[in-house]
């Protein structure tokens, strides 16, 4: 059982009493509690989530923004291409059904209406580009923490995780190593600017709100 703001959750016998459920094979979410804007993180079962774990050091190698739209909740990631998503779909989709839910914060100051607004503009300038499989820092293509941090940037004026350098990360494991040689031979772009899931997700501008 794991408690979250105030309401709790129960894995393997499920009930919610009174309140609005999102119910997928091993997951129950108060939807009536997630919001707009909010962050979800996952670990993926894609070919190179396993690098991206080992060289952030940390299990979480996904994440999307949440959208609500009337009574649906939706996760608009980067994928292939960048998309919205189905919230029960996105949840299934990950390893074991396990997801977290962050939120800033200060989200009633900074997250306003008009905010909101400006980042979902923003996110609509990348909606159907390709996956970017190289990590560069352009719009030409985008990968999904790229996504939240150019979203919450240019719409909202606030910068959660910090950029680094592709030389800052533990690219010293096989696994790490054969997925740099696959993606770019003997010319591994060491000074790239990138955004990990993980740096984000270590923001301490944001808070968790709930725990699958």
């Known amino acids: 059982m794991v408690a979250i703001g105030g309401f709790m959750i129960f894995r393997a016998n499920i009930y919610q009493i009174g309140c609005r459920a999102l119910t997928n094979q091993k997951s129950t979410i108060r939807v009536d509690a997630l919001m707009d804007g909010d962050l979800i993180f996952q670990t993926s079962l894609s070919a190179q989530s396993k690098a991206i774990q080992v060289a952030t050091k940390s299990k979480y190698s996904h994440c999307g923004i949440v959208y609500k739209s ?72 985008i990968y999904c923490s790229e996504l939240i941090w150019k979203m919450y940037k240019r719409g909202a004026g606030i910068e959660i995780g910090k950029p680094e350098k592709l030389r800052d990360f533990d690219l010293s494991n096989k696994a790490v190593q054969q997925k740099l040689k696959e993606r770019y031979g003997n010319k591994i772009p060491m000074e790239e600017q990138v955004i990990s899931p993980a740096s984000i997700y270590e923001s301490n501008l944001l808070t968790t709100v709930w725990v699958n």
């Open 70 to 141: 009337g009574k649906q909740f939706f996760v608009f990631e980067a994928v292939q291409p960048v998309k919205l998503t189905p919230l029960d779909k996105w949840i299934a989709r990950g390893k074991g059904g396990h997801c977290v839910v962050k939120r800033l914060k200060k989200r009633a100051v900074v997250l306003t209406p008009d905010a909101l607004k400006r980042m979902k503009t923003v996110g609509n300038g990348f909606k159907g580009k390709s996956y970017d499989l190289y990590f560069e820092w352009s719009d030409d293509r």
